[in-house]
């Protein structure tokens, strides 16, 4: 029987910086914890921005933010992993050589812009809708970073493989998390360590877990779940570590695997039984 349903956010239910859901979703997820099911979210996104998405249920889910840097639940901080302030300087000063690439501090309350990166503030804030501020220099901030995100308005990815995320990864977890971005997390930090935390807390094994997600930062999460699910615009690799696939988010892919589950939550491979591979 499933237990607990964790969920991505950008590019699983909605294309990448959606904000809407439909009521139907809110709905269909209200069923599935009036049955004693623990839902959440598992995001790059901080907290203060996924409340506002999940608004008609937010006090009754867990949080799983910055790609697994820190989780929450009924508003209290259950996990929280910093970058050492050595390590964010350094970070700073390597992306800041990159051709066209933009850098977010991100403290788990506030994102923070140097004003040179105004398009990627303005970006973050007007379409992500992140609580942002800009400073005149990022090395000057106090508050330890839990997630560096590299912004580009194009080929994010193709100019952080040429020697950045390389050398990144002998020391963080370095993920794709969308057509502009590029995350960097501590490497104690990912969506599945985290989601292995929240498993310990309420109790709730692999075996017991269902997850969403559609990009390369989802993939150890879904591994933390034995019923994976990649929605259909997942990326390939998504798609082949997942026991199912469903419809693209514009299509409703997750809403229609939840309502499927609920006509028989007594048996799960029998109800997801149309999504499998």
């Known amino acids: 029987?499933?237990?607990?349903?964790?969920?991505?956010?950008?590019?699983?239910?909605?294309?990448?910086?959606?904000?809407?859901?439909?009521?139907?979703?809110?709905?269909?997820?209200?069923?599935?914890?009036?049955?004693?099911?623990?839902?959440?979210?598992c995001s790059g996104r901080p907290a203060s921005n996924l409340r506002k998405v999940f608004a008609?249920?937010?006090?009754?889910?867990?949080?799983?933010?910055?790609?697994?840097a820190m989780a929450s639940y009924k508003g209290k901080t259950i996990y929280r992993e910093a970058i050492p302030m050595a390590d964010s300087r350094e970070i700073i000063r390597d992306i800041r050589a990159l051709d066209g690439c933009m850098t977010?501090?991100?403290?788990?309350?506030?994102?923070?812009?140097?004003k040179r990166d105004e398009e990627a503030y303005q970006f973050t804030r007007d379409v992500y809708h992140?609580?942002?501020?800009l400073v005149d220099d990022l090395l000057d901030l106090k508050a330890p970073c839990i997630k560096f995100s590299v912004y580009r308005a194009d080929h994010v990815e193709e100019v952080t493989e040429k020697a950045f995320a390389p050398k990144w990864r002998k020391k963080m977890n370095v993920a794709c998390a969308g057509e502009r971005v590029v995350d960097m997390m501590p490497r104690a930090a990912s969506k599945g360590s985290s989601?292995?935390?929240v498993q310990a807390i309420f109790g709730v094994s692999m075996e017991e877990t269902l997850a969403f997600g559609d990009n390369s930062n989802d993939i150890d999460m879904l591994n933390q779940a034995k019923y994976s699910v990649a929605v259909d615009n997942a990326r390939q690799e998504v798609k082949e570590v997942c026991r199912y696939v469903?419809?693209?988010?514009?299509?409703?892919?997750?809403l229609k695997v939840l309502k499927a589950l609920l006509k028989d939550l007594n048996h799960p491979e029998a109800a997801l039984r149309s999504f499998e591979k």
């Open 56 to 68: 008609p249920i937010q006090d009754q889910i867990f949080y799983i933010t910055q790609n697994g």
């Open 130 to 133: 992140f609580d942002c501020e």
């Open 195 to 197: 989601l292995s935390k």
């Open 246 to 254: 469903a419809d693209s988010n514009i299509n409703d892919g997750e």
């Open 1 to 41: 029987m499933i237990k607990l349903i964790a969920t991505d956010a950008d590019g699983t239910l909605f294309p990448d910086y959606g904000q809407d859901l439909p009521v139907s979703y809110f709905d269909t997820v209200r069923v599935l914890m009036d049955h004693g099911i623990i839902f959440g979210v």
């Open 104 to 114: 977010l501090y991100d403290t788990g309350e506030v994102c923070y812009f140097e």
